[in-house]
């Protein structure tokens, strides 16, 4: 994938994780009252922000690291995309998905650090 999709992408995951965490400030706590769960939302928003600004300027670099731009976008995806899915999943019915792609979520954000740093 050309760097410009990966900058557009980053982009729109940084603007939804703005979104998502003023959703999680203010909407989320009408209808969640745990704090360990509020807790994960606002992690999740977060690390989406952080990498979705680090994707962003991975693109714009010369040569273009795509595979850290890959990680990156694996990274955010599983990694924050899966907290949302555990705190939204009052019915416990995702979690044996969503559990496991949290930490394999981490390991690609890390990757994508480590690989952008090479």
């Known amino acids: 994938m050309p760097p410009i999709p990966f900058f557009a992408l980053g982009c729109l995951s940084g603007a939804t994780s703005v979104?998502?965490?003023a959703f999680g400030a203010h909407g989320l706590k009408k209808h969640i009252s745990d704090p360990a769960k509020l807790a994960n939302w606002n992690t999740a928003a977060q690390y989406q922000l952080i990498h979705s600004l680090a994707l962003s300027f991975a693109?714009?670099?010369h040569p273009t690291p795509t595979l850290a731009l890959s990680l990156f976008s694996a990274g955010i995806t599983l990694f924050s995309g899966s907290l949302y899915v555990l705190v939204l999943d009052a019915q416990k019915r995702w979690?044996?998905?969503a559990g496991p792609a949290t930490p394999v979520g981490g390991l690609c954000l890390m990757g994508g650090w480590v690989v952008l740093g090479l």
């Open 95 to 97: 979690g044996w998905v």
């Open 59 to 61: 693109a714009t670099l």
């Open 19 to 21: 979104a998502l965490g």
